[in-house]
């Protein structure tokens, strides 16, 4: 079997279980163990120089994530990326969003709209990276303006939590090189039109910005079934 790519981030303030937890959730999430990748005990223990216990545990938590599934006889596996599952998360997001974009267009401070250009600019930058994970967390930080732009806390932590589940379809969305013109167009129609109040149109393109990315991802999904 292969060496995992991903490596261990320790955090003198974390125990060693939450650790391993957050550096395999992570590895999941941006995509270093792929679905369907089994995850041997042993091999991830030697990978993160701890023993089987914190790994054991971690695997139970990520089951209950729903990103790993123990499958009899053969332990654990990265879970597939579903329809069910992408379609569960973004109807979620999609609600938190168009909340988001309302009270971003009634709040927003000239400073954030600033903001809010740049971030889109250096999100064009790094398209010419070809870097999916620094196209990913530029992306991010381009919502995370429009989440501050509310001033609503509670808001805030709800999209910050759904941020990990939704990291994965995310980056399976920008891997196709294909969807950045209208990535960038949707970024900068939500520019102009929460500068300009328009909450309504503002809703709008945010709703059609998550629709696309979850036809983006099922037809990935559907392909790889192919």
């Not at 993160?48 to 599934?69: D, F, H």
């Not at 303006?145 to 939590?161: F, R, S």
């Not at 500068?195 to 910005?209: D, F, L």
């Amino acid at each position: 079997m292969k060496e995992p790519k991903f490596n261990v981030t320790m955090n003198e303030y974390l125990p060693l279980r939450d650790v391993v937890f957050n550096t395999l959730r992570q590895a999941i999430l941006r995509g270093e163990l792929k679905p369907g990748e089994r995850l041997m005990e042993i091999q991830l223990a030697n990978k993160l120089g701890v023993s089987r216990t914190p790994i054991r545990e971690a695997l139970r938590k990520l089951e209950l994530e729903g990103l790993v599934n123990m499958v009899p006889r053969k332990g654990a596996e990265v879970a597939d990326i579903t329809e069910k599952s992408l379609r569960d998360v973004l109807e979620v997001r999609k609600a938190l969003e168009e909340l988001s974009v309302q009270l971003a267009c009634e709040k927003i401070t000239e400073e954030e709209i600033e903001e809010l250009k740049r971030v889109a600019e250096r999100f064009k930058d790094t398209l010419d990276d070809q870097d999916v994970t620094k196209i990913a967390e530029a992306d991010v930080a381009f919502h995370d303006v429009i989440y501050t732009a509310t001033d609503n806390q509670k808001l805030i932590l709800l999209l910050n939590n759904l941020r990990e589940q939704m990291y994965r379809y995310r980056v399976e969305y920008l891997k196709k090189e294909e969807a950045y013109p209208q990535l960038i167009a949707e970024h900068e129609e939500l520019i102009d039109n929460i500068s300009k109040r328009n909450k309504e149109e503002a809703t709008r393109i945010m709703c059609e910005h998550i629709d696309n990315q979850v036809a983006t991802v099922i037809n990935v999904i559907h392909t790889k079934k192919v």
